[in-house]
């Protein structure tokens, strides 16, 4: 029987933690070592996108190197393709892909990563991540493993098997190595082997199976398969080609194995299934064998055996009889682990406490291949992780890559295939482990089990249960004695086997036999004999506690007990036969009082007219536990009081001596028959001895040769995996090397010098294509180097260079001109090989024709420079960027009293007793030097020796060097001194000459101003008369004529009075010309009301003229104003009146005129078109000049602003005349 | 018996003449004067209902001989009689007091109506307003 891990424990529920609800999902783990890019490739674009699943890669990587597998991966799928960082979570339709040096795991529903150990163990990362997704997943956990070498995945793929998921591993054929899936394979546990595009398929027709996926996206429910019926049938199946009955196995659990043997098989509902079992006798194996997957391990919950070993140490050191075995047995010890944890505790605890009994383990179980696996005591490198280093040196050896149980634990185990539930139970145990077996078994059938157990072990003996696992209700046959670690004790009592009544010998017998294979044959034999004398020679008995209740029965009590009518009783006493009672209750109650052995002879007892003489013997039994004793009740039948002889052999009455004789005869012969027999047999024995000892020597050399060859054959395997490293390498290098000589070609093309090699014997090897410039190609290779000299134009002797160069070790450089006359550079250094030898040179030919031109060109060009320099009058100095004098010419000598020798080096601030200190001078070169600008016409006074004092004009210039940034500054020197004194005698005389045309225009200004104030006075005396006297009298003259011509003469004469009236008319007229010419020679309103008055009244008079409206203002206005001072400004004010409306005959004018403090502003603006006022006072129009012109005799400014479209203003500010009272 | 008595002012004697001419028939003529101080004296003594006054005259001009009328003696009407036909002589005599302006050529005419309106406690030739935008 084995330990299915329960798939219910922790199916993938999200609704159980608290991250957002999704749907499960299956997941697919993919393993791979070497070839497994292939692999990878092929499964990827074999797969739909959309399979709702999600493939987590793992692949063994290089842990130095960056992985490169995402990005190639990438390219086989259209899904996503990621690598895996810490916490990532996983959803469907995706790839993970492992990074290196990384172990990864699978935890609530992310991927997480651990570094990779540091021991030497071998990298599991497989297993590890797969057992990390059955753990996980559960039934949607999916393994796959491809091609690679070692085992890495096969523990895994149990892993997953055991959790209800699928498993699947590449066939050989397809892969390229094939040692990985073949490990899985053989593990027997992968459903699919094929290659990968057949996985892909596989896995895209298992997405859509609604036991994997349920149809409704949102429904998280476990979907299994239903129908009593058929289950029935699958279970009457497995009952026929197996002999297990799984009928009370947990019924959720067998129908999600059905349901994954479905899900395989690709079948959708029971019923075909079912046909499909009938039909398939193997698919019943299959199934069977699925529906015991199991996974154990070694030490599984330590702590509970701590424990253990506690309560076992104490049942060793107290057990009084038989101390010389400890028998344990193990149901459902599947592949073993538990068998042999249980005998390295023990045999831990037997060296600790110096007892050593003989110890047996039996495991057993149900399942053939678990338990020949567990024979092998083979364990996977995975055990690892489990079992302590020292335990791990101490009971395993390494076979083969795996460990295997060391042979003196193994001898102590045995395992058969026994059925805890029909079979007979094993007896006198002393202890039971059973752990994670009930919880797999209904409740009838555990039990069931219990009494099973308890007539197993010994009193005293104990019980070890899983976590999840207790006696039930089966409490009165088991004391607790560890509760937390499920450890229970037989309490002592007789067995309470009648619900048993199906035991099937042939199991026992099975066991039997395998029992006589081992060591502990002679054992047995001693049991069986003692069995024999039992049945046959011991006095029936019974067994009794201190209540007198019966324990045991032994042999044929019938004759001196039945049972009592009424309740059913055990009572001793009670069940005694006739006056038998007194004689028990006497003779029980001496034994119970001293505790000593009684016996009572000469007892008679009669049954059904039989007649017995018997004696009863009452021997007292310590248990183990003091307070409890027993009484074994022995009835001993004396012999020689048996009534009727029936079943003695009674010789017959009729003998004859011939007869007697005869058969003496006979005897005598038979006996020396039986004597040459029984020496003949004695040798055979011999014989058969000496040969067994010869085998069994034959068997242990074999043994040791078989070894041998495990150990030469993983010699073989690690040599031929380094072989295959050392290749791997060996091609990688190959690759490099590809590239470097890839690299060196296209180098070699692209470097566009020749280059040449030439080794020690001075012979050509290896040239660029660029060669071809100087004529040297691919048909000069391998030939001596002496025959390029001709090509070498100007070059001496070659050969003599290259020699020189390899003899002392440096490199050397010579320029020289081909055929062609091309100028190279030619550079020869040794050729050093890595380690340091030197095997010929290396020629460099650099093309530096374009250099020496350019050096020609620039030697020209200074000779140019210096020509000019030197032509120049003026003197010139060149300083180098330190302000140093580079050089000068010879007009700088001359000039400034200096020798070439004294000059150059020399600071120019040192230069010539420092006369050339001079702070402006110094500022000047400074920003020159600072910004490479230049200075021209800076002038600098200096004391020439004989010429006195000189102005010298300066022109400094930097001739930047771009590369350099800074430059040489030229320096040019020129005296204007005379210059200067001309300039200045010319300006004096231009200043003189300005200041008296001033004086002359203000002087005619003066006149021009007297003038008009002289022709304004004229005008307005003029003015006067015409209005006062002129217009005086016409207005006279007019009165009187009216008056004629109404008075009596006019009236008598009408011809008079139309005369008088057109006389009247024409005076009228005539009156109006004189007064509107005296306006227009001077208005009287000016003189008789004032400025205010003057210019309001010209406001409404332009007013009348436009259709715009003309606003007046004014402010502070003195009313005595003098006249010439009026009349200026309202002339002024006539003008630009007349001007807006001229121009702006639609707009708006406003006239604003405010006296200040001590000065008379005019405004008049309007908001017209605008007119520029510079052409039209160059076209001398509008009067623009006089306005002016009157301006500046009032002492005061006008200002005219006007542009198109943007109105007219003109203003006028004078000064305020000093109050003087006109008239 | 109830007439009005008038004070007439103007630099020009044919004016003064004139002017007597035409108010005798109805008006009693106090004074008739040549400058505008005169004017002034004149009413102070005389204290006649009405003066005619020219604007240009010596010594003080019409406008002046006017406010100092209506100071001495406000209830004197004052007419203004001038050769001047820009309006802003008429504005300026009604300014400073004067009930009437009549320009001279139109005196024969004008005169006396504009005296009876004046009597009438009403003005005679004030200019039509020209608008808001003159100020002074």
Request: a negative charge; aromatic letters at 6%.
């Amino acid at each position: 029987m084995s330990q299915p891990l329960d798939p219910e424990a922790n199916l993938p529920v999200p609704f159980e933690n608290k991250e957002p609800q999704v749907a499960p999902f299956p997941i697919v783990g993919v393993g791979a070592s070497a070839g497994g890019l292939e692999a990878f490739s092929r499964l990827l674009e074999a797969l739909p996108v959309d399979t709702g699943m999600a493939f987590v890669l793992i692949q063994h990587l290089d842990p130095a190197h960056k992985s490169e597998l995402t990005s190639i991966l990438s390219k086989s799928t259209s899904m996503k393709v990621s690598e895996v960082i810490e916490g990532m979570a996983v959803e469907p339709n995706q790839v993970y892909v492992i990074p290196p040096n990384t172990t990864l795991q699978f935890e609530r529903r992310a991927l997480h990563l651990r570094p990779r150990s540091l021991n030497a163990g071998p990298h599991l990362t497989i297993d590890h991540f797969f057992q990390s997704l059955a753990n996980e997943q559960s039934r949607l956990s999916i393994g796959v493993v491809l091609s690679g070498t070692g085992s890495d995945g096969s523990e895994g793929l149990k892993a997953i098997k055991s959790a209800c998921g699928i498993t699947f591993a590449q066939d050989e054929g397809s892969a390229k190595y094939p040692a990985m899936p073949r490990s899985a394979a053989a593990t027997g546990i992968v459903d699919f082997v094929m290659p990968p595009a057949q996985i892909a398929e596989e896995l895209a027709r298992i997405s859509q199976n609604r036991y994997i996926l349920p149809s409704s996206g949102r429904d998280t429910k476990e979907v299994l398969p239903e129908g009593d019926g058929e289950l029935k049938e699958i279970f009457s199946l497995l009952l026929r080609g197996t002999g297990v009955d799984f009928s009370h196995y947990k019924e959720p659990t067998i129908r999600r194995r059905i349901a994954r043997r479905m899900v395989v098989h690709r079948f959708a509902e029971l019923p075909p299934y079912v046909a499909f079992l009938r039909q398939h006798p193997e698919e019943v194996k299959e199934l069977f064998r699925d529906a015991l997957i199991n996974v154990t391990s070694f030490f599984r919950d330590p702590a509970a055996f701590t424990a253990l070993v506690t309560q076992l140490s104490a049942l060793i050191q107290k057990k009084e009889f038989d101390k010389n075995s400890l028998r344990a047995w193990i149901p459902g010890c599947s592949t073993g682990e538990e068998v042999y944890s249980l005998a390295i505790c023990v045999q831990e605890l037997c060296e600790r406490t110096g007892i050593r009994p003989i110890l047996q383990f039996f495991g057993t179980d149900i399942d053939e291949g678990a338990l020949a696996v567990a024979r092998a005591g083979l364990c996977p490198e995975r055990i690892l992780q489990e079992i302590s280093s020292e335990r791990l040196n101490r009971f395993f050896t390494q076979v083969d890559g795996k460990y295997q149980i060391s042979k003196a634990i193994r001898e102590t185990c045995v395992f058969a295939k026994h059925d805890v539930t029909r079979d007979t139970p094993f007896s006198h145990l002393d202890l039971i482990s059973c752990r994670n077996v009930l919880i797999y078994l209904d409740s009838v059938l555990q039990k069931a089990l219990f009494p099973t157990f308890h007539y197993a072990l010994n009193s005293g003996g104990l019980l070890f249960l899983g976590t999840a696992e207790t006696v039930g209700s089966s409490a009165d046959l088991f004391a607790v004695s560890d509760s937390k670690h499920k450890i229970f004790t037989r309490k002592a009592g007789p067995p309470r086997l009648d619900r048993f009544s199906t035991w099937h010998s042939n199991a026992a017998d099975t066991f039997t036999q395998v029992q006589v294979a081992t060591a502990t044959n002679t054992h047995n034999l001693g049991n069986k004999v003692d069995r024999i004398i039992r049945d046959r020679y011991a006095p029936d008995a019974v067994v009794i506690d201190r209540d007198w209740q019966i324990l045991q029965f032994r042999g044929q009590t019938g004759f001196y007990l039945e049972p009592a009518p009424g309740e059913a009783s055990y009572h001793l006493l009670r069940m005694a036969r006739g006056d038998l009672s007194y004689s028990l209750r006497d003779i029980i109650s001496i034994a119970m009082q001293g505790n000593t052995f009684v016996e009572m002879k000469g007892l008679r007892v009669e049954q059904g007219g039989e007649v017995r003489e018997i004696s009863i013997e009452v021997t007292p039994i310590e248990s183990d536990r003091h307070q409890e004793r027993f009484y074994l009740v022995a009835f001993r039948r004396d012999v020689t009081h048996i009534l009727p002889a029936s079943q003695q052999v009674v010789p017959e009455p009729k003998t004859t001596d011939e007869r007697v004789a005869h058969l003496e005869r006979e005897l005598a012969a038979a006996r020396r028959y039986q004597r040459g027999m029984s020496q003949e047999h004695d040798a055979a024995m011999e014989e058969l001895r000496a040969l067994n000892e010869e085998v069994r020597s034959a068997n242990e050399e074999l043994q040791s040769s078989n070894e041998e060859l495990g150990t030469t054959k993983e010699e073989l395997q690690s040599s031929n995996e380094e072989l295959t490293t050392v290749n791997e390498e060996l091609d990688t290098r190959n690759q490099q090397l590809g590239l470097l000589n890839d690299d060196l070609n296209n180098l070699f093309s692209a470097v566009n010098s020749p280059v040449l090699k030439v080794d020690r014997e001075l012979y050509l090897r290896r040239c660029t294509p660029a060669a071809e410039k100087l004529g040297i190609g691919a048909s000069d290779l391998n030939h001596p180097v002496r025959d390029l000299q001709r090509r070498m134009g100007t070059l001496p002797d070659l050969e003599l260079l290259i020699r020189d160069v390899i003899d002392k070790l440096a490199v050397q450089t010579y320029d020289f001109q081909d055929q062609e006359s091309r100028w190279w550079s030619l550079s020869i250094r040794p050729y050093r090989t890595t380690d340091h030898r030197i095997d010929g040179a290396v020629l460099t030919f650099t093309d530096t024709d374009p250099l020496q031109r350019a050096l020609h060109v620039s030697d020209e060009a200074r000779r140019y420079a210096d020509a000019i320099i030197e032509t120049v009058r003026e003197p010139l100095v060149i300083l180098n960027p330190a302000l140093r004098v580079d050089r000068a010419n010879a007009s700088f000598y001359r000039v400034f009293r200096l020798t070439q020798a004294k000059a150059e080096g020399q600071h120019i601030y040192e230069l010539g007793n420092g006369q050339w200190n001079i702070p402006e001078f110094r500022a000047q070169l400074e920003k020159l030097l600072l910004t490479g600008t230049s200075f021209t016409d800076f002038e600098v006074k200096h004391a020439l020796l004989d010429a006195g004092t000189r102005m010298m004009s300066l022109n400094g210039r930097q001739i930047s060097d771009e590369s350099k940034g800074t430059g040489v500054i030229l320096l040019a020197f020129e005296d204007v001194t005379e210059r200067r004194k001309r300039e200045e005698e010319m300006a004096r005389q231009l200043t003189e000459t300005g200041h008296e045309l001033d004086r002359t225009k203000e002087e005619l200004r003066a006149l021009a101003g007297r003038l008009m104030n002289a022709r304004e006075e004229q005008d307005r005396r003029v003015a006067r008369e015409l209005h006062d006297d002129f217009g005086q009298r016409l207005a006279l003259l007019e009165i009187t004529i009216e008056n004629c011509r109404l008075g009596p003469l006019g009236q008598a004469h009408p011809e008079v009075q139309e005369t008088l009236g057109l006389l009247r008319q024409r005076v009228s007229e005539l009156s109006s010309d004189v007064r509107t010419l005296s306006h227009r020679m001077h208005p009287s309103v000016l003189d008789d009301l004032g400025l205010v008055i003057a210019l309001k009244g010209l406001a409404e008079e332009f007013q009348l003229a436009r259709s715009a409206p003309v606003l007046f203002t004014s402010k502070n206005v003195p009313v005595t104003l003098p006249l010439p001072y009026a009349g200026g400004v309202y002339r002024i004010a006539q003008e630009a009146l007349s001007n807006a409306t001229k121009y702006a005959p639609g707009a708006p004018v406003t006239i604003t005129l405010t006296a200040g403090h001590d000065c008379l502003r005019l405004i008049i603006s309007d908001t017209g078109p605008g007119f520029n006022p510079v052409s039209v006072r160059a076209n001398g129009g509008l009067g623009l000049v006089s306005m002016q012109e009157r301006a500046h005799l009032l002492g005061g400014d006008l200002r005219i602003q006007s542009q198109p479209r943007q109105g007219t203003n003109v203003s006028l500010k004078i000064p305020l005349p000093k109050p003087v009272k006109s008239e | 018996v109830n007439e009005i008595r008038i004070v007439i002012a103007d630099d020009s004697e044919p004016v003064l003449y004139m002017l007597g001419e035409l108010l005798k028939a109805d008006y009693d003529v106090v004074a008739s004067v040549g400058d505008g101080r005169a004017a002034v004296e004149a009413t102070q003594r005389l204290k006649p209902e009405l003066v005619l006054l020219d604007i240009s005259m010596p010594i003080v001009d019409g406008f002046e001989a006017a406010r100092e009328i209506k100071e001495i003696r406000p209830s004197a009407l004052v007419i203004f009689v001038s050769e001047h036909r820009e309006k802003v002589y008429a504005e300026v005599a009604f300014s400073v007091g004067a009930s009437g302006y009549v320009i001279k050529s139109k005196m024969i005419t004008e005169l006396l109506p504009a005296i009876r309106e004046a009597l009438a406690g009403r003005e005679y030739g004030r200019p039509a307003p020209t608008g808001a935008h003159l100020r002074i």
